[in-house]
Structures are given as C-alpha cells and as structure tokens.
C-alpha cells in the first residue's frame, strides 16, 4: 500500500528462494512425523482392524453374492483409513504448536505464508498413503475388493486426493482451537459426518437432502465412480470433484485468515 | 472525504458489473439445454449445460445486488437533493430512458424475435402467443427493471413522509435501531441469512416455481408482483440503510471473503437441487430450496460489494469509463445481443466458440455505440448526468473533475528503522497501548524497560505485524511490518516460544534460514551463536538457558537489518549471556537496530544507546541513558544516623527515605542541601555516601510516578 518509493526488491525472495522455503518446510514436517511414531500407530491400525471385521468377517459371505457390497464396504473404511491421519494427525498438531507460539514465531520471522500449509497437507497426504496401503493388502489378500488392477489404482488415487479436504479440515480446526480440545472439536465434526453421508449404510430418500453437505459423501462418491459402481452414485462425477476443491479452499481460507490475525 | 469517494468508486464498479452480468447472461440464454423453441429468440444447435449452470449463478443475485446499490445511491442523492430535487433527477434519468427506451427498442426486439423464432422454426412459426388478458399486462421487456425502481422510489418516499411526521423521540430510536440492526447483522453475519427470509417466503407461496428461474422476472405487468417487489425492496431498503450506517460499508469491505465463502456453499447446494429436481413441489425441500436461495442471492450481494470496497477502492479510469457505460449498454444490449445469438445459432460451431464470439461482438458494437453516439451527446447527459466531447482536450476532463486518492506516500522518512506512532491498543476493556510514540533510529540498540503488563511485548507485536493497532500507524523498514518483504529484514527472539522438539538445533537454524533472502550459512550462525556443540541435540533435550541460545541463532540466522529480542537472557548462565551481550555489540557494529526488552536494568545500562520506558500503557520517559539519569536529577545518599526516616522524608529536596538497619538510605533531587541539613540535624552523622542514581533507581522512580 505505502512505501512504494523505497526499494523493496532486495527483501522480496526470489522463486527458487521460495521454492527451497517450502522445501525445507516440507522435509523437516515429514522429519518430525517419522521421528513421532507414536502417534502414527493407532491411526494405521483402527480402520484395518475395523475393516477386517466388518467386511472380511462379518460381510465375508454377502460379499461374495453382490460384488458392489464389498466396493461399497472398502471404500467406506478406506475413507476412514485416509481421512483420520489427516483430520487428527494435523489439527492435533498445528493446535499444539500454536499454543507453544510457534505460528506467531513463524509469521514474524516471515516464513512464506504458504509453506507450513503446504508442508502439512504434503504430509498429512503421505500419512494418509500409510494408513491406507495394509487396508488395500488386506483387502486384495481377503478377496473383499472384487474390482481389476485399473479400478483399484482409479480408486486408490480417489481416495487419497480425498485426504486433502480433510488435510484441510484439519488445518482449520488445529487454527481455532487450542491444543487438548482439537481431537474432541474433530471428533465433533468428524463423526456425525461418517453416518449422516451415508458412507456405513445407506441412507433414506428422506435424508438425501443433507449428505452433500459432509465432505465424506463426496469422496465416497468419487471413489464409488473411480470403481464404476453405478448404485451407489448419486450425484455427478463433477460436482464431487468440485465439491472436494470447494471444502479444499474454504476451510484452508478459515485456517490462513484465522493464523493471520490471532497466530 | 477521500474514503467516501473511494467507496463511491467501488460502488460504482458494483453497479457496473451488476448491468455487465447482465448482458453475458442473456447471451447465454440461447445455449440452454432442454428449453423448448421460442421461449428465447434462438435456440443454438450446440446447448451447453455449463452456461445453464453459470447462468442460473448469475441470475441469482445480480439483479438484487443491483437494487442494493441502487438503495445505497438513491439515500445518498435524496440528502444532496431533497425529495423535489430527487424526483426531477430520478425522472430525467429513469423516468425517460424507461419511456424512449421502450418505445425505440420494443420494435428492435419484436423484430429480432420474429426472425429468430421463424429460424428456429424452419421457416414456418407458430403464431405469437397473445399477451394474457388481465389487467396491467404489458410487454416492459428488459427495462421492467426500470419501473421496479420507480415504484421502489414511490415506496420509499411515502415511507419517509410517514417516517417524517413522527415525532422527534421515536424518529430518533427508529434511526438508532435501524443502525446498530444494519451493523450488528452485517458484524454477526446474521444479514447474510436473514436478509433473504422475505423473498423466500413470497418465493414459496407461487403456485408455479422452476428451480431455475429465481425470483420470476416481473416483466409481463404493470402491476407489482409479489417476489419481484419483496425481494428487490429488501435489497434496496438495506442498501438505503447501508448507507446511513457509519460503519456498514468498513464491516462488508472486512467481511468479504466470509459473505463470498458463503456464497459458494449455498450455490453448490442450489446448483445440486437444481440438477436432481428442476421443478419445485411444495415440500420440505422447496422450502429448504426458497431459504438457501436467499441466502445466496444475499452471500453473493454482500460478498461482492464487500470485495469491491477492498480491492477497487482507488480510482481507475478505465473502470470508470465501463461504469459510465454500462448503463447504456444495458439498456441497448438485448436487440445486439440476441440478432448474434440468431446469426450464430445454426452454425456448427461448439458452444464455446459461439459463446466468446456473441459476447465479444456485442461489448464490441455497445461499447463502440457508446463512445460515438451517447458519451458525446445528450443521450450521456440523460444517463450519465454529463457529456465528454468526442476529442479530449489535453487534459482529461473525468479525471480532472473526479477526486483522485492520495498517492501513498512514505511517512518513514530515512531517519528511522521502526516507528510507533500514536499507538493504541486495547484488549477487550483492558488498554494495553495509549497513545504510545516509540522510535528506533538506525545502528541503535533501544531498551524498552517497564515492569509486568506495560505493553512492552505488545509493542513488540506490533512491530512484527502479529496484531494491528487500534489507532496510530506502525512502520518497519519503511513500510508497513504487515508487509513480509519487510519482516525479511527482521530477527526475532520471542518470549514463551518453544520450538519444534523433534527437530536438532541445526535443522531449526536451517528452516529458520531457508524464510530469508540471504541468510548467514548455518555453520556461521551455530559458531556466531556459540552452539556449535548442541547442534546435532534434538531441541526437546536442551535445558531452558540452552533453548534460548538456540532462538538467539534463529534470530540472528538471516542478517537481519532490525532484531527485536524480548527477554533475551532470561535462564541464562553469566556466560551464556556475557556470550550474548558480545554478538549484540558485534551486531550493532554491524549496522544492525535492536529492540531490546528486559527486567535486567544492568543490561540496558550496559548495551542501550537509548532507553524508553512503558507504564500502564504510556512511554513515560525516553532518551539516553544519561539523559534518563539526568531527567530524574536523583542522587542516593546513605549515612548512619539516627534522625527518624519519616521527618527526613518530609524535608524539601528529599523524595524518598529507607531504613536499613543503622543506615539510611536517601533519594534526594537536590542533595547537597540535604547534607548540609544532615550534618546540621545530626553531628553524630557518619560514614556519609553521596552517588549518582543508576538507571534502576531512575526507573523506580519513574514508574511509581506514573503509578
């Protein structure tokens, strides 16, 4: 706005600068997630565990009658396999590190605006990749996937870009609440989502209304088109995709809007 | 006076837009898939559900934020002209074009119409439908939206006679509800959804409602209709009310992003609903469908005006000269645009070429028609309230007449590197800064001292833009710290910041490093910093003076211009901070400027080249070192004596007395009287001391004072 006559250009940091900002950002996140197993554990196991339950032994035999039960089932507890890494792993984070002071610090310091937001997405998203690959073994050791080679990378690809909106949904409950009450805020968001879009059982006619409203729906409907399951499809391919980049940039909005005033 | 034009810039734009859309979106009206033939001029052989889609967002909104700023202009000129005044102008620029409009384009249109119908129809066209026969059916065509303004301009001039004859008491608390309502729903976002309640309702009470069509366009009838009217008068009342608000248009301008985020969800949900069941059933979901719709007409009205206040803001001269013109352009665009649409309809061409083409065509001749025959004639000073000749002279007489913004110029001349100028801030009801002055002058080292709660980490904040003031102006390095080009020449060393456990005090330095542009090798920084033996320590090991260390490297790690270290040698050993005190000095023979907050008076007295003290939020000295010793003129005198303390400090020249078992410490402002007196009062007096005050005692001092 002001100070236009004063020569700015040898604080403005060239693209390759920036480029290696966002670099360094990224490698030291992914750093210190390997060097944090713990938290890495639970999160990996809980929908394997729930999986090889409910489908493999529970659901074991219906789906050897209806090959899209156990597309259906699959998707709904990979779902769970990428999207809690990322809700949990990250708000946990990012509302811990903010009451250590470490966004303010860095916003000071001036770290570019986006390269912790792109770090913990990047990280959040290979998380997720973690979680999910014993499901997909699993899944194709038990036989419950009944879909070819192509289907399964189609779907594979849904589901972990679909982490992202939730990589988002992390970033913008960790940036508005504070350290131990992230995972509870999550869970509150979280879990009403997982029944209400219909992603465990499908839903009445009466209650189609509301499901476009929770970004669970729209990644089980991108996965549901990924393996060409037509009975499950209930809106177009494109408005999914645009609902997940839609959630993607509204709730990362809230999250840098919130950072930038309060840190 | 200069903020009121830049809105009225924006506003400007808004309208603009608002008629621009306008066009674009009955461009698209050819290409809708599924419309049976003759609801339009043209149906074109390739439909496109994409412009279906980006048509229905468009039609959402655009006329009610038209009416919104239509309300907002129609307060403003009302004040400036009285209720005669605004009628005379109202006709000549409404009233008129409503009248001549019609009666030279209605002809066009019904032309343009028939040849397009017969090509629709290969040649053979049904007959015309009838107009249907009740009473005030008439053919307004586009221009409907002109007499919606005026019967909105009725209204609201037989509201303020009403309003007018109330007396003074009740007018004032109505003035006083209708301000802090505007405000507070637009501050709470309680505007966005509530502001659409009354269209939705009239919306759910037609008989006959398609998703698609909105608020139906009330161009068949003289006669108001209910949506129509509803809808656009509530739009128009708040922009009338937006308005008068003081601060309406500084929330929205905030708010912009919210409103617009807003606007999207609500959309996404239309746009579904749209696409599952075009036709509205009475139900649940008509109802959902009616309220969500107001929603978005009010999120997108909101946001975008919002939007505009924050970025268009400054005066442009070409967006001026689109706003000028877009009412015009409105005004002639149906018959261009759709003898295009008739032209083009039958080639096989994708919809995506035809579309551009048609539209670009049409600005083409609009705009083309408005630079040659309106901007120069009278039919410019009809609708714009001015002509421009056709051949500027030299200087351009719009941007001569139209008050330019201020250039932004630079209130930081080059004898400062951070300035704090007539600084207030407040948490809730507790101010933590009051009219605070503070100035850091290049190669400096400035002490801020005060005791807890004075507003010096405050003052820091601000510094490094982490929050904003209330009042006053904040600049670092010449411009605003809210700048990151300018938080590139800064260092930082932060109370109760822990940093990343996991991570080695190496790595910190080198993501710390990685944020600037030419930064100190890592190496450098760990040796600079003496922490080269804890580099390979994960950050979580280090004890509380070697964590501090550690931030000292990450402050100093991109050669900063300015450092800001606030409590820096709190926890450390007498080495570590003797280690501190050297690079600070090492810094400052550099060139580098320093802020430095501390507790330790014996650190500012050693480093400071300047001191300012905070207390309860004020700067309540500043200067030099000595000059701060000086200010206070205080000098310790202690003896042992056995003269009582309290009649001591009850002499002149004595400010303050202390007891310390057989000695007696005195503060006096003119100690040389004092002796004297002591030596007279008591002869006993022995082993006397006088000394200059240090600058603790001068801080003590100071700060009872403010006390």
Redesign the interface.
């Known amino acids: ?6 020569d ?1 250009r ?5 693209p390759r ?1 920036a480029l ?2 966002y670099l ?2 990224t490698r ?1 996140e992914f ?2 997630m390997l ?2 197993p713990t938290l890495v554990i639970p999160v990996v196991l809980v929908p394997l565990a729930l999986y090889l339950l409910f489908a493999v032994v529970i659901a074991g035999e219906a789906i050897a009658k209806d090959a899209s039960l156990g597309v259906y089932l699959f998707a709904a507890f990979a779902v769970m396999a990428v999207t809690m890494p990322a809700l949990f792993g990250i708000s946990a984070s990012l509302a811990l ?1 903010r009451e ?3 966004m ?2 860095k ?7 986006g390269s912790w937001l792109v770090a913990k997405i990047v990280c959040g998203v290979v998380f997720c990749v973690l979680a999910y690959l014993p499901m997909l073994a699993a899944a194709i050791l038990a036989g419950t996937l009944p879909l070819d080679a192509g289907q399964i990378v189609l779907i594979s690809l849904a589901l972990i870009a679909g982490s992202i909106p939730f990589c988002a949904l992390g970033l913008m409950i960790g940036a508005l609440v504070k350290g131990s009450a992230a995972p509870g805020y999550a869970n509150l968001i979280y879990l009403p989502g997982c029944y209400l879009s219909g992603m465990f059982f499908p839903l009445p006619a009466s209650m189609h ?1 509301q499901t ?2 929770w970004p669970q729906f729209h990644i089980t409907q991108l996965a549901m088109y990924a393996a060409d399951v037509t009975k499950h499809q209930h ?2 391919v494109q ?1 999914a995709i ?2 997940l980049v ?1 959630f993607t940039v ?1 709730f990362s ?2 999250a840098i ?1 919130r950072l930038a005033r309060k ?1 | 006076m200069n903020t009121d034009s830049q809105r009225l810039h924006s506003l400007d734009a808004v309208r603009g837009f608002a008629l621009l859309l306008g066009v674009a979106f009955h461009a698209a009206l050819s290409f809708m898939p599924g419309w049976p033939p003759g609801i339009w001029a043209m149906n074109d052989n390739s439909p496109s559900q994409f412009l279906s889609d980006a048509g229905f967002v468009t039609h959402i909104f655009r006329m009610s934020l038209f009416f919104f700023i239509a309300g907002y202009f129609a307060r403003l000129l009302y004040h400036k002209l009285g209720a005669r005044g605004f009628w005379a102008n109202r006709g000549l620029r409404i009233a008129v074009p409503l009248v001549a409009g019609w009666v030279v384009l209605f002809p066009i249109i019904g032309y343009v119409w028939t040849a397009g119908i017969t090509k629709v129809f290969g040649g053979a066209p049904p007959a015309m439908p009838e107009m249907p026969k009740v009473p005030g059916a008439f053919p307004l065509t586009h221009l409907w939206f002109l007499y919606q303004l005026l019967t909105l301009y009725v209204a609201v001039t037989l509201l303020r006679a009403v309003f007018e004859r109330m007396g003074d008491a009740p007018k004032q608390k109505l003035r006083a509800l209708a301000d802090a309502g505007i405000s507070g729903a637009l501050r709470l976002n309680i505007g966005v959804f509530t502001f659409g309640i009354p269209v939705a309702a009239a919306l759910v009470s037609l008989p006959i409602w398609f998703y698609w069509q909105g608020i139906p366009t009330p161009d068949q009838s003289l006669i108001p209709q209910l949506p129509a009217t509803v809808g656009f008068f509530t739009a128009f009342v708040i922009g009338w009310l937006v308005n008068r608000s003081s601060d309406a248009l500084t929330i929205l301008a905030k708010k912009w992003w919210v409103n617009l985020a807003f606007a999207v969800i609500a959309t996404g949900w239309l746009l579904h609903v749209v696409h599952t069941t075009p036709m509205a059933t009475p139900g649940t979901t008509r109802t959902v469908y009616a309220y969500v719709f107001g929603v978005a007409i009010w999120a997108w009205s909101l946001g975008l005006t919002g939007a505009a206040l924050r970025f268009l803001s400054n005066y442009s001269a070409v967006r001026r000269y689109i706003a000028d013109a877009s009412y015009w352009i409105y005004l002639a665009h149906l018959p261009v645009v759709a003898a295009f649409q008739v032209w083009a309809g039958h080639w096989p061409l994708h919809w995506s070429v035809k579309y551009p083409f048609i539209l670009v065509a049409s600005f083409a001749v609009l705009f083309l028609s408005y630079h040659l025959l309106v901007r120069p004639s009278f039919i410019g000073q009809l609708l714009n309230g001015r002509k421009y000749p056709l051949r500027k002279p030299k200087q351009d007489p719009a941007a001569a007449s139209v008050p330019i913004s201020p250039l932004p110029h630079d209130k930081g001349n080059g004898s400062s590197v951070a300035t704090l100028r007539g600084i207030t801030k407040k948490y809730g009801t507790n101010v933590a800064l009051s009219g605070v002055d503070i100035e850091l002058r290049p190669g400096e080292l400035l002490a801020v001292l005060g005791p807890n709660g004075a507003g010096k980490t405050t003052a820091i904040s601000l510094w490094l833009g982490l929050t904003e003031p209330d009042a006053g102006e904040v600049t670092l390095l010449g411009g605003s710290p809210q700048q990151i080009d300018r938080r590139r020449g800064l260092g930082v060393m932060m109370q109760d910041v822990e940093m990343y456990k996991e991570l080695k005090v190496r790595e910190l330095v080198a993501l710390a490093s990685s944020y600037y542009t030419n930064p100190l090798p890592v190496e450098d920084t760990l040796h600079r910093s003496g922490i080269t033996a804890l580099a390979d320590k994960p950050y979580g090991k280090l004890s509380g003076g070697q964590k501090r260390q550690a931030q000292f490297a990450v402050a100093i790690c991109g050669r900063p211009r300015v450092l800001f270290l606030d409590e820096p040698t709190v926890g450390l050993d007498v080495q570590a901070r003797e280690l501190l005190w050297l690079n600070v000095r090492i810094l400052l023979a550099e060139g580098c400027s320093i802020v430095l907050t501390t507790h330790y008076l014996e650190e500012a007295e050693s480093l400071a080249s300047r001191v300012a003290v905070l207390a309860r939020g004020r700067v309540i000295a500043s200067g030099s070192v000595d000059e701060m010793r000086a200010l206070v003129a205080r000098r310790q005198i202690s003896c042992e004596t056995s003269l009582d303390a309290g009649a001591v400090r009850q002499w002149s020249g004595v400010s303050e007395t202390r007891r310390d078992g057989a000695r007696l410490n005195i503060v006096a402002t003119d100690a040389e009287a004092v002796v004297r007196r002591l030596l007279t009062e008591d002869s006993n007096l022995r082993r006397l001391e006088v000394r200059e005050a240090g600058l603790a005692e001068a801080f003590t001092a100071l700060t009872r004072e403010a006390a």
């Open positions: 706005m002001n100070a236009l006559t004063l700015t040898s604080d403005l940091l060239p600068r290696a900002a360094t950002e030291f750093m210190r060097r944090n590190e250590m002071g470490l303010r610090l916003r000071a310091q001036p770290a570019p605006p209304w476009p409203v809106i177009p408005m645009a609902a839609g509204l909005a809230v809007w840190g």
